[in-house]
């Protein structure tokens, strides 16, 4: 009898222990050594030159805002990784008589870094957000933003000569912060929402996939 209390007791002890590791495992959406691969659009890209998009006739080559990120998890709390975002834009505008066209590409790279805090949170709010599904972040992007403009030559295209397009380019430092959430649907699908001063736009909307 003896034996077989035993032996119950130490199936009643696994199965607690096992269950409290299988929940200590599902605390947050992600785990140590994961790869958080996002994918997406932006809304609301800034740099626009708005006073050629109003004497604009047709919009020519338009890209709308799109970003791919990847960032490992090094703790439940922090992950990293390289980024980048693109947007372009073109159109044909009229000027004394004289049809040009304008394009402006904007390319921008870099890494990230994300603090969640979903777990804190939870704590000093006294809250039970389900962070195996649930993940609220900070991120910092730092790197780079290269902006190209192709314009038409106006004088040449005045005098009725060759269609000649003038380049110009430069690059700046990208330092993009925003705040985010990430809902997982399962454990490898999720949608995340970002805002902020991101690297090409103040919004971004897209799908995590967690590898």
Do not use: C
Request: proline share 3%; net charge neutral.
């Amino acid at each position: 009898m003896k034996t077989v209390f035993n032996l119950l007791l130490l199936i009643l002890l696994f199965t607690v222990y096992s269950a409290k590791a299988q929940q200590e495992q599902q605390r947050s959406a992600y785990d140590k050594g994961d790869i958080l691969l996002s994918a997406g659009v932006s809304l609301g890209a800034f740099g626009v030159d708005r006073s050629f998009r109003r004497i604009s006739t047709e919009s020519r080559g338009t890209f709308v805002p799109f970003f791919l990120n990847a960032e490992y998890v090094f703790h439940p709390s922090f992950s990293a990784g390289p980024y980048m975002a693109y947007y372009g834009y073109g159109y044909n505008y009229s000027i004394a008589n004289v049809d040009l066209f304008r394009h402006t590409n904007s390319f921008a790279f870099g890494a990230r870094g994300s603090w969640h805090f979903l777990e804190m949170l939870n704590e000093v709010l006294d809250t039970e957000v389900d962070a195996t599904r649930w993940d609220f972040y900070a991120t910092l992007h730092l790197g780079f933003q290269v902006n190209t403009l192709t314009t038409d030559d106006i004088p040449s295209r005045r005098n009725g000569g060759p269609n000649t397009k003038i380049t110009t380019s430069n690059t700046r430092l990208n330092l993009a912060p925003v705040i985010g959430a990430r809902y997982m649907v399962n454990e490898r699908l999720g949608f995340m929402a970002e805002i902020g001063r991101g690297p090409l736009a103040f919004s971004s909307l897209g799908l995590t996939f967690k590898l």
